[in-house]
Structures are given as structure tokens and as C-alpha cells.
Nanobody, 126 residues
């Protein structure tokens, strides 16, 4: 069982930066790939970024590539550094986890993930 709690969302001017954090707890003897998704009002939840358990494999949606960076640390924390934010980045951002037996696995689809955080609102204004 994994519990995920996001933090770091807020209101930011276009061109600015935010760093989202995801605290993962409850993991013991299994490995988890992690991902970030976002959902804007009236839109489907979309993939943003993913990272393998090892931290060495990352993947980004084309819309955020070059601006966002996903990372993890040794304290079961996952981060999404968001730079050069655009108004269209406005959404609720969700952290997600997927059990895996391969430390290099990562996943791109919401249905691939087993656990989800509550979401944190990111609002970008011009």
C-alpha cells in the first residue's frame, strides 16, 4: 500500500517557476515507478512526466519537454520542477505510483498506475 501527498502548487506568473513535491509513504519491499499527471477543467487527465525506480529513466510529454524536470531522492520523495510556466500549464497536478519488478520501468498512461495523490492546484497567470 502506498500513500501519496502532493504539495507545492500555487499561483505563479507566466514565465515563473514552481517545484511540486510528492511524499510517498508505505513502501517497504517493492519498487515503484512514479509519474506526474495533470487535469484542467473540462479536460481529460494527461501525462506530464514519469521516472523509473532507479531515477535514471525519465520521460516527458512533448508539451513540457525542456521546461519540466522530474526527479527523486533517497527519502521517497518525487519532484516536478516546472520552469518557464505558461498559462496553459494551469491544472490540478497529480502524483501517481505503479508497482514494478524492474527498476528501469516507467509508464505513460493513467491506467498504468495503482496509486494517486489528492492533487495540487497550479495556476499560471499572464
Amino acid at each position: 500500500q502506498v500513500t501519496l501527498v502532493e504539495s507545492g502548487g500555487g499561483l505563479v506568473q507566466a514565465g515563473g517557476s514552481l517545484r511540486l513535491s510528492c511524499a510517498a509513504s508505505g513502501r517497504t519491499f517493492t519498487m515503484y515507478a512514479m509519474g506526474w499527471f495533470r487535469q484542467a477543467p473540462g479536460k481529460e487527465r494527461e501525462f506530464v512526466a514519469a521516472i523509473s525506480w532507479s531515477g535514471s529513466n525519465t520521460y516527458y510529454a512533448d508539451s513540457v519537454k525542456g521546461r519540466f524536470t522530474i526527479s527523486r531522492d533517497i527519502k521517497n520523495m518525487v519532484y516536478l520542477q516546472m520552469n518557464s510556466l505558461k498559462v496553459e500549464d494551469t491544472a490540478v497536478y497529480y502524483c501517481a505510483a505503479r508497482q514494478t519488478v524492474d527498476m528501469t520501468d516507467y509508464f505513460h498512461f493513467p491506467t498504468d498506475y495503482n496509486y494517486w495523490g489528492q492533487g495540487t492546484q497550479v495556476t499560471v497567470f499572464s
